[in-house]
């Protein structure tokens, strides 16, 4: 309880400062010489009228009211809040308004509203007719209908429920869906209204013959794993929609367009044209960045994304900052089922200069992914790591196989610049001194993040990183790369990288058999690329639950979006310590 009491104290002074951020940041509502205000409503409807009350353009020019604007905005006052209202439910709103001036000499226009009884639904009739009147999914969605009797009537709700019947209708493969009848009969006196709908389903298309166009690079077999559906098929905007992304995803092709028009089946089956043109498929990308954890970066990436001519995929990656330098290859060839489904063989060489150790680590593994749908990936792996490292003045070396399961899912609303999303990682790996291990163990690793989007522009990111080992002997039996540590740009912020876990007696961090990290972190978008945001973080690695010391840090930092993913500026402070001290972390990349 301790942690989470000082947590509450120094967010609110966190939490202060990035208010003064967005508030130096956003427009001072006081500077206007004009403005509304709204009272009597609240919810949907005090939303809907102030969107339809926002002072027109060219009524403010140069911080001068334009007069004749002003009079004729104040005059529609009426007739746009009852515009505002009547998709709600509400037919026969009061307005009031009067115009005042505050001390300061702003004017003040104040619009009393009182709503007055809504319009409730007393009838719905929604029929099906043709051949897919009996089809399961479309009687379904009839009847879940967002709209029920006695409910206020509400076009948002009137339409969404609409539209998405025929949009299943449509997915279903009846292309020739239309609705015959689509009307609300309002009775204002009586505050009522009526729900007509009939949906004439026509008969179901399917598709027909698949044909690549324009691309001789890659075989037959390798482009039909990217397509969602096949020929004979119920014919579904959805699936066509959703090949044309696993095309455009695959980065082999700069421009994908598929041509299925219901105009030109026969006998209602769709030709499907799908027209490439292919990317060059072998790049060298060079890089550089930088990152508090380990430096400033050089990168170089060579890929070809045809090996073979068969589609298969080679990376190669050079990568070399002041405290790691890594060289590593992938080949990566499909297996059949999903796009996702393929073998990776990996090989690399990384060398880490840090504070608690040196060490080089060469890594030889094998690895079968397999999608699970909706963005899960599964993956059984063997890994071969000979690793030599010096340790507090001492030397050691280290060579085992070692075992695992892989589980991850992303899922995100943009990926350039996502408002909404969740992101979890799991593993489960082990070794034994049969496979030549110092000692046997089992160890399962974790985390997540979720992003969600609040109010007026905010959002709040939970994050978690769980490690666990089990181990009888002491945790120095493991090589250093399979303990686990904390701090650094994606853990406990305010401590430098990897330098929080339990010590030798000598004082120097050896890390530990076990992990608990968690953050709280709001974020404030100022514009479409730029956001502020203030954050908490709590966390250590350890051995056992008694010798568990959380270090704590909080802090402010500064977004900026790019296509490579948003640059982080985080400056933090230790918090419950002696003499605490603050830590700048710079780092780039997607957090979800």
């Known amino acids: 309880m301790r942690p989470f009491i000082l947590w509450l104290k120094h967010w609110k002074r966190w939490f202060g400062i990035l208010f003064v951020f967005t508030n130096l940041a956003s427009p001072v509502l006081g500077a206007d010489p004009i403005r509304v205000v709204i009272e009597g409503l609240e919810g949907e409807t005090l939303k809907n009228t102030e969107a339809a009350l926002t002072l027109p353009s060219g009524m403010l020019q140069d911080g001068v009211v334009n007069q004749t604007l002003r009079d004729i905005f104040e005059r529609q006052i009426p007739e746009k809040v009852r515009q505002a209202l009547e998709p709600l439910g509400y037919f026969g709103p009061q307005v009031k308004m009067n115009a005042e001036k505050t001390p300061e000499g702003q004017e003040v ?39 029920k009797v006695g409910d206020v009537l509400h076009q948002g709700k009137y339409e969404g429920g609409r539209d998405g019947l025929r949009s299943k209708a449509l997915d279903l493969g009846y292309l020739g869906a239309k609705f015959i009848t689509h009307l609300i009969r309002v009775h204002r006196g009586e505050l009522r209204a009526e729900i007509e709908l009939t949906l004439e389903t026509g008969l179901q298309f399917r598709y027909g013959e698949i044909t690549f166009e324009g691309s001789t690079l890659y075989p037959q077999s390798f482009l039909e794993r990217f397509l969602d559906f096949i020929p004979g098929e119920l014919y579904s905007y959805t699936k066509t929609y959703q090949t044309q992304l696993n095309l455009i995803n695959s980065d082999r092709f700069s421009s994908v367009t598929i041509e299925a028009n219901p105009e030109e089946a026969r006998d209602y089956i769709v030709p499907v044209k799908i027209k490439l043109e292919s990317s060059p498929p072998k790049r060298l990308r060079p890089g550089v960045g930088y990152a508090t954890d380990t ?53 690399g060489l990384q060398q880490e200069l840090l504070k608690p150790y040196d060490t080089w680590l060469f890594t030889l593994e094998a690895e079968r992914d397999r999608s699970f749908g909706k963005g899960r990936v599964g993956s059984a792996y063997l890994q071969f790591r000979q690793e030599n490292f010096e340790e507090a003045g001492q030397e050691g070396k280290s060579s085992l196989i070692l075992p695992g399961l892989r589980f991850t899912q992303r899922q995100v609303d943009d990926i350039l610049r996502p408002r909404k999303g969740f992101r979890y990682y799991l593993e489960l ?66 401590y430098t990288y990897q330098s929080l876990g339990p010590k030798d007696e000598a004082g120097n961090v050896i890390g530990g058999k076990n992990l608990l990290v968690g953050s709280l ?45 948003p640059i982080r500026i985080d400056l933090a402070r230790q918090i419950n310590v002696d003499d605490p001290g603050f830590q700048l972390h710079i780092s780039l990349g997607f957090a979800l």
């Open 295 to 347: 430096g400033a970066r050089f990168s170089l990436r060579y890929q070809d994304l045809n090996v073979f001519r068969r589609g298969h995929d080679f990376n190669a990656d050079l990568s070399i900052a002041e405290r790691r330098r890594a060289l590593s290859a992938l080949y990566s060839f499909p297996n059949p089922g999903h796009i996702e489904n393929r073998t990776n063989l990996k090989t």
């Open 109 to 147: 226009l104040r619009v009393v509203v009182v709503p007055g009884e809504p319009v409730r639904i007393s009838r719905i009739d929604i029929k099906i007719l043709g051949p897919g009147e009996k089809e399961k999914g479309l009687r379904d969605l009839a009847a879940a209908f967002p709209l």
């Open 521 to 565: 972190e709001i974020e404030y978008a100022l514009s479409k690329n730029w956001a502020v945001a203030a954050f908490y973080d709590v966390g250590n690695a350890f051995n056992n639950t008694n010798n568990l010391r959380l270090a704590q840090g909080a802090g402010i930092g500064i977004r900026y979006y790019t296509l490579a993913g």
């Open 429 to 494: 790996r082990g070794s034994t001194d049969y496979l030549g291990a110092e000692t046997n163990f089992g160890q399962i690793l974790a985390n997540g993040d979720l992003l969600l989007p609040l109010p007026y522009g905010f959002s709040l990111i939970p994050r978690v990183q769980l490690g666990a080992t089990w181990q009888r002997n002491p945790v120095t039996d493991l090589p250093p790369t399979l303990r686990f540590y904390a701090g650094g740009d994606r853990s406990v912020r305010g």
